[in-house]
């Protein structure tokens, strides 16, 4: 049972280009989340799922779009990174809206 | 929108015992977490409070207080690997309505010294 994964550790990109973030739950988790934690901030929800094939925003979504079309997965894209996307992006799942939510490791992304 | 505010640094002996405060305004309210987040890692769930009252589990407490929009977290017999920071996360109801998410403080680094 590995919880939940989350593809790649680290990235570096640069200015204009694009890449996916891959989040993965082997609990059966219905609801999924992606933060970004940056310095002074703390957590801040991008976007979230309730269920496969479903979507919402959170409080920072400009910039980033995501994808559940299956229920374990939940991918984050950025179409064109921008300096002021480098940060360390989580992935979290929960059974409901009333259980705590479960962290993946994290990714570290730098965009130059 | 909502504001959580909790202290940024607290420094405390090991052995000893410190409360970690959080203070929150939102628009609505389902609920009140604390996590632990040590440097590097992911955050780890330690409680969860929804009506008033403390909640104990082992060395760690948490009190809410929804009138007050206030919470604590008590660490008792502090150990050096309690160094980390302890983020405050509400529970309310977004305007877009759907499900909600979660609002995080800016977390308490709190740093054990021996």
């Known amino acids: 049972n590995a919880g939940v994964t989350q593809t790649p550790k680290f990235r570096v990109l640069k200015t204009g280009q694009s890449m996916t973030l891959l989040c993965a739950q082997d609990?059966?988790?219905?609801?999924m989340y992606w933060y970004r934690q940056d310095p002074g901030m703390g957590l801040r929800l991008i976007h979230y799922s309730v269920g496969e094939g479903t979507t919402a925003k959170g409080e920072v979504p400009d910039g980033y779009n995501v994808s559940r079309l299956k229920k374990q997965n939940f991918l984050l894209g950025l179409e064109s990174a921008a300096p002021s996307q480098t940060s360390v992006y989580f992935c979290?799942?929960?059974?409901?809206?009333?259980?705590?939510?479960?962290f993946g490791p994290g990714t570290r992304l730098t965009v130059l | 929108g909502q504001n959580i505010d909790q202290p940024t640094e607290m420094t405390a002996t090991e052995g000893a015992i410190v409360q970690i405060n959080c203070t929150y305004q939102?628009?609505?309210?389902?609920?009140l977490f604390w996590y632990q987040q040590h440097a590097g890692e992911a955050p780890t769930f330690l409680s969860y409070?929804?009506?008033?009252g403390l909640e104990e589990k082992g060395r760690f407490s948490s009190f809410l207080s929804r009138s007050k929009g206030y919470s604590y977290l008590l660490l008792k017999e502090l150990q050096m690997k309690d160094s980390a920071s302890y983020l405050c996360a509400v529970r309310g109801a977004y305007s877009g309505g759907g499900a909600d998410g979660l609002t995080f403080g800016k977390g308490t680094h709190l740093i054990i010294q021996p």
């Open positions: 939102t628009s609505g309210f389902n609920g």
């Open positions: 609990m059966n988790h219905e609801y």
């Open positions: 979290a799942s929960s059974p409901s809206l009333y259980n705590e939510q479960f």
């Open positions: 409070n929804v009506l008033d």
